[in-house]
């Protein structure tokens, strides 16, 4: 019985692997019979040696590590800044009742349709990145802090006061664990949508990052070069996420 | 016995806020506490007995009326809530040190610390475990371990024995009365138990039906140490027939 429910857990830990393995034999057939040119369907062959060519030129690091910087920085600053405000609006409902209008207010500005502006103020730089990306992340880690810290069981508050901790200690010791499940998930959405937040300011303009290498490929008619960059995006979007997991199972142990 | 006392209650009322005018928790408590003593309270259930411990421990303020104690012995605390109240993401051991961490005690005395407490309360074995893989008693007794561990002046215990087994309970009353006398402490217990509180109190207070008021205000003169045997004396029949009649 364990041994059956043993191999049928490996089974199913290879099968996402194989269903990837199966999706390039069929990608080749499609390419195969549909006779496209290679400017609109490559044949997983002609990515592959895409790939190895920008990898080998370097460029390929070099954007996807521009990119990452501005994923990695707009995460930063986006969650920094949601965190905080965010805890502030959890502990006073007079706050709460001051910044909500704009907040709901500036959820209604989908952020893709004033990148155009941000990048003219900004400039076509790393900066008009970061401050997409922390303006896509800002919001869901928002909203996730707020409902993580109020609720933070009051009885625990009880003792914390009755055992006289201070401010600092309460948030230590008793707000920052007892949300940080809550946290990790806005953690984890908001890393996905950083993603998506810098590659919207590099399609904007931009001379470097994996979405600078999106349009210069499309540009080029290299539309290899379009399916390298988008893999890598994906990479880089799994990479994050599986970091933001792993955080969770080092930190929330005592939850399952 | 000090004639000055270490805890005065002065015209308690607590009202909480809602919708109508607010719901009276307390009205109008006086009362005072020698240090060493042992007193117990007992009510029908919402009487407000949570809530007289709460404005006692500073957690909540009064609405009306006065709390004064005597020297900081506000300042050492040590409370057991009516459920364990343990922080699920620590372990047993983690949790009985809370209050020696908050006070910034060095890692080593923590541990000895908390070690005797897990063996005070039996808990030997179970240092790692986290509070979801204990049974209600068991969460029960690290609530008081931790209540205990930072040697408190004063004692607020919220029916803290009522999710433990017959066996247990009475091995915890042997050993709070024997901490209480060891190391003079003064401590207030809600209860709802007449005999748990013959047998551990000095004085029992009986609350009246929301808004609480103190209905009665019986000193428990058994002598001590109180043995099992006592509970058939004729004695602690009047007290427990006092306790009874004054409880709605
Ligand atoms: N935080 C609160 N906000 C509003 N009302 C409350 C609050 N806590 C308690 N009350 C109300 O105050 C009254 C007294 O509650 P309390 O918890 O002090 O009773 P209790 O004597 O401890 O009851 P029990 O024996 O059931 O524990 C109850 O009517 C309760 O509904
Ligand atoms: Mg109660």
């Known amino acids: ?256 | 016995m000090n004639p000055k006392p270490i805890l005065s209650v002065r015209d308690l009322t607590v009202t909480y806020p809602d919708n109508n005018g607010g719901l009276d928790a307390l009205d109008n408590i006086s009362f005072e506490m020698h240090p060493r003593e042992f007193v117990c309270f007992l009510g029908p259930s919402g009487s407000g007995k949570t809530t007289f411990l709460r404005v006692l421990a500073g957690i909540l303020p009064p609405t009306s009326g006065r709390v004064s104690f005597m020297y900081q012995h506000r300042q050492n605390i040590g409370m057991v809530f009516q459920q364990a109240n343990l922080m699920p993401w620590r372990t047993v051991m983690e949790n009985i040190m809370l209050p020696l961490e908050l006070r910034g005690a060095g890692k080593i005395k923590m541990e000895n610390m908390a070690r005797e407490m897990i063996s005070l309360v039996g808990l030997k074995g179970f240092e790692g475990s986290l509070p979801r893989d204990l049974s209600g008693g068991m969460a029960q007794r690290v609530a008081i371990a931790r209540a205990l561990i930072h040697d408190p002046d004063l004692l607020l215990l919220d029916e803290p024995f009522a999710s433990l087994d017959a066996l247990t309970r009475e091995r915890m009353w042997m050993e709070l009365s024997r901490i209480w006398q060891a190391k003079q402490k003064t401590v207030i217990m809600v209860t709802h138990s007449i005999n748990e509180s013959l047998f551990l109190a000095d004085r029992v207070l009986v609350l009246t039906k929301r808004p609480g008021k103190i209905k009665l205000d019986l000193k428990v003169d058994l002598p001590r140490p109180r043995t099992d045997d006592m509970r058939y004396t004729s004695h602690f029949g009047k007290l427990a027939k006092k306790l009874r009649a004054a409880i709605e």
């Open chain 1, 1 to 256: 019985m364990t041994m059956k429910l043993k191999t049928l857990h490996t089974l199913s830990r290879w099968l996402g692997l194989l269903s990837i393995l199966l999706a390039i034999p069929a990608w080749m057939l499609v390419v195969q019979i549909s006779g496209l040119p290679k400017f609109i369907l490559p044949s997983p062959m002609d990515v592959w040696a895409r790939f190895l060519k920008a990898l080998t030129d370097g460029s390929l690091l070099y954007h996807t590590g521009v990119t990452l910087v501005e994923i990695l920085l707009g995460l930063l600053v986006g969650v920094c800044f949601a965190t905080i405000i965010g805890y502030l609006l959890a502990k006073s409902r007079s706050l709460e009742k001051i910044l909500s209008p704009y907040l709901v207010a500036s959820q209604a500005i989908p952020v893709v349709a004033i990148a155009p502006l941000l990048v003219i103020w900004l400039g076509g730089g790393i900066l008009s990145k970061v401050v997409i990306c922390s303006l896509i992340v800002f919001f869901p880690v928002l909203v996730n802090t707020v409902v993580g810290v109020r609720a933070v069981s009051s009885s625990l508050y009880d003792l914390m006061g009755s055992l006289r901790a201070t401010r600092w200690q309460i948030l230590w010791k008793l707000e920052l664990p007892a949300s940080l499940p809550v946290l990790l998930g806005g953690l984890r959405i908001g890393a996905t949508l950083s993603v998506i937040g810098a590659i919207v300011g590099e399609l904007v303009d931009a001379q470097e990052g994996l979405g600078f290498l999106l349009q210069l490929g499309d540009f080029q008619y290299d539309t290899s070069m379009v399916f390298v960059a988008v893999f890598m995006l994906v990479i880089l979007a799994l990479s994050l996420y599986g970091v933001v997991t792993l955080l969770e199972k080092r930190f929330l142990k005592w939850q399952k």
